[in-house]
């Protein structure tokens, strides 16, 4: 069974940081992707940033240079670091995967971050 729990939102201001964790279960790490999502008032749901099994890493242009995402296999979580963070970063931030070998979509609940400005 697969679970996943993000944790670490809040409010900040413009200009601060926040780090978001997301503890998994049920799934390989070293072989399956995961991807931070995120979601702002009235708009659709965008993908963030995306680290692969083999470790490469992606980003959204607007967060390129500014959000980092990493993972620690031994503790099977996802982090996600936030630095320089602007008001249009506000919104419901979400963990992802598509595990094999169904690669069906999982989300968590979701941690919301609002920075204000």
């Known amino acids: 069974q697969v679970q996943l729990g993000e944790s670490g939102g809040g409010l900040v201001q413009a200009g601060g940081s926040l780090r978001l964790s997301c503890a998994a279960s049920?799934?390989?790490?070293?072989?399956?992707?995961m991807d931070w999502y995120r979601q702002a008032p009235g708009k659709l749901r965008e993908l963030v940033a995306r680290?692969?099994?083999?470790?490469?890493?992606d980003y959204v242009d607007s967060v390129k240079g500014r959000f980092t995402i990493s993972r620690d296999i031994a503790k099977n979580t996802v982090y996600l670091q936030m630095n320089s963070l602007k008001p249009e970063d506000t919104g419901v931030y979400y963990c992802h995967t598509r595990p094999r070998p169904t690669y069906r979509n999982y989300w968590g609940q979701g941690t919301q971050v609002t920075v204000s400005s």
């Open positions: 049920g799934i390989d790490f070293s072989r399956d992707v």
């Open positions: 680290i692969t099994s083999g470790g490469s890493t």
